[in-house]
């Protein structure tokens, strides 16, 4: 199908941007790697009034690193994060992951920002970014004010953004000598995952966060998980501490299947520690 | 009537200047304006590839990107690819690698990226990097056989 009718914009500067976004009359979207929300509108499952193209706004883009602190911007695109030695030395558990998000043309357009905004509950990223503690900067003509990931995910597509915001950048905090691990289980290599986990955890192997995918309406913590885990649990208690999990099956997997796998998951990234 | 916007873009290395409706997406306006059916349009979701091509050097989806979003850029659509395709344009006939053609221009687009990026004759990563492109009739393994015949070539 083709998307419906719209007006578009691809404005110079952040300023005029938000300036776009903010008046609800004109119904506008944001527009970055379009890699969802393009099939969303050809799907007519969105028909925004107006996209806002991000793409020429530069001081949403790059990788730095700032007091040790991983800074990404908001439209910097999966292919740019794969090719960063960055991101490999100070977030190697988003080193991890890229390879199992989507597919190569899909990753030289999809940005990490639009990947955050959009909180699919299959989504790597949102999952990454709990695991990592990471702070995500939300921009709008009245300011900008940062979020814990922690705090940021709330539902099936359901973030804390308000209307009028933009993310502009993901904060990762130095990862001092902590360790992370990565698994996910799905049908084709580049395909959404049936479940996944990201997990980092202290090299003495405490404090534990252990961040699910693909398992419930959203990306989540299992902190019952956790203090298993950091009070040196076994596997097996681990996983049995699973079970207080909201999991929400899927066209690909019930429930009860979501659980099962979530346990697998748990063990195969375990063992990777 | 629909929002339109003028663009120039550089296909296959000629520049081209046009008034495109906004909701167009890029492979539709090479198809039906530029005359280059090369690159098909299957699910428009961007899950079967079939619309894969270039723009500025880089593999992406025709139907995930807006014609207007091309303004700027240079486009390579499979009519352009020239001798960079042509030996797996070879080692595809040879191997049988396509039936119907629906996916081959998806295909080789995938491919020629691989292979230009210094990919090995390894069936598990090439597999690994075609897995976004669909092919009704081949069954895959002839199309990672001639990607294999033409890397093995190219370093003998
Ligand atoms: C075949 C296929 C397979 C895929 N597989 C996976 C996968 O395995 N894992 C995965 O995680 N993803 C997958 N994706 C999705 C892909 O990674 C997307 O690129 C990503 O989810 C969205 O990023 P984008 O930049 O393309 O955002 P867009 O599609 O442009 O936007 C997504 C949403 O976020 C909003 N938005 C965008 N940027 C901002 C911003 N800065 N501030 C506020 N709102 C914003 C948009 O308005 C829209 O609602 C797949 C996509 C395809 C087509
Ligand atoms: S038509 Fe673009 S991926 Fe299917
Ligand atoms: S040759 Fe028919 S779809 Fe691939």
């Not at chain 1, 110079?12 to 776009?20: I, K």
């Not at chain 1, 004109?26 to 969105?46: C, K, T």
């Not at chain 1, 955050?116 to 949102?126: G, K, R």
């Amino acid at each position: 199908m083709k998307a419906a009718d719209f007006l578009y914009e691809r404005p110079a500067s952040l300023g005029d941007a938000l300036a776009l976004l903010a008046d609800a009359d004109r119904d506008a979207a944001p527009l970055a790697g379009g890699q969802s929300l393009m099939p969303m509108m050809n799907f007519r499952l969105a028909a925004p009034g107006m996209l806002v193209d991000l793409s020429g706004l530069d001081a949403l883009r790059g990788i730095t690193l700032e007091d040790g602190a991983l800074r990404i911007g908001a439209m910097t695109r999966y292919v740019e994060l794969t090719g960063s030695d960055l991101v490999s030395d100070h977030a190697p558990l988003i080193a991890q992951a890229l390879p199992h998000i989507a597919h190569a043309a899909v990753r030289n357009r999809g940005t990490i920002g639009g990947s955050v905004a959009l909180a699919d509950p299959a989504a790597e990223m949102p999952a990454l970014l709990l695991a990592l503690d990471a702070v995500i900067t939300v921009q709008s003509e009245e300011g900008s004010k940062d979020h814990a990931a922690n705090d940021f995910f709330l539902g099936m597509y359901e973030t804390a953004l308000e209307p009028g915001e933009l993310v502009t950048a993901i904060t990762i905090p130095p990862r001092g000598d902590r360790r992370f691990a990565f698994y996910e289980l799905a049908r084709r290599h580049g395909d959404y995952a049936m479940a996944g986990v990201a997990l980092s955890c202290a090299t003495d192997r405490t404090d534990h966060r252990v961040a699910y995918f693909s398992i419930a309406d959203r990306a989540l913590r299992a902190t019952a998980v956790e203090a298993v885990l950091d009070a040196g649990g076994a596997v097996d208690d681990a996983i049995a501490a699973l079970e207080g999990l909201p999991f929400s099956g899927d066209l690909n997997a019930s429930d009860a299947t979501k659980k099962h796998l979530s346990g697998i998951v748990l063990k195969r990234a375990l063992g990777g520690l | 009537m629909s929002d339109s916007k003028m663009i120039s873009v550089t296909v296959n290395g000629e520049t081209t200047t046009a008034a495109v409706p906004v909701r167009q997406n890029l492979v539709d306006f090479l198809r039906n304006t530029m005359g280059l059916t090369g690159s098909h349009v299957g699910c428009e979701h961007g899950v079967c590839g079939a619309c894969t091509l270039e723009v500025d050097g880089a593999m992406v989806r025709g139907c995930l990107m807006l014609a207007v979003q091309a303004d700027g850029t240079q486009v390579t659509t499979i009519e352009g690819y020239g001798d960079r395709a042509a030996a797996l344009r070879d080692a595809f006939t040879a191997r049988n690698a396509l039936q119907c053609g629906y996916c081959t221009p998806g295909m080789l687009a995938s491919a020629v990226e691989y292979i230009e990026g210094g990919g090995a004759a390894d069936r598990a990563a090439i597999r690994e990097h075609l897995s976004g492109n669909y092919c009704r009739c081949t069954g895959y393994q002839s199309i990672v056989d001639a990607v294999c015949d033409v890397i093995d070539g190219a370093s003998a």
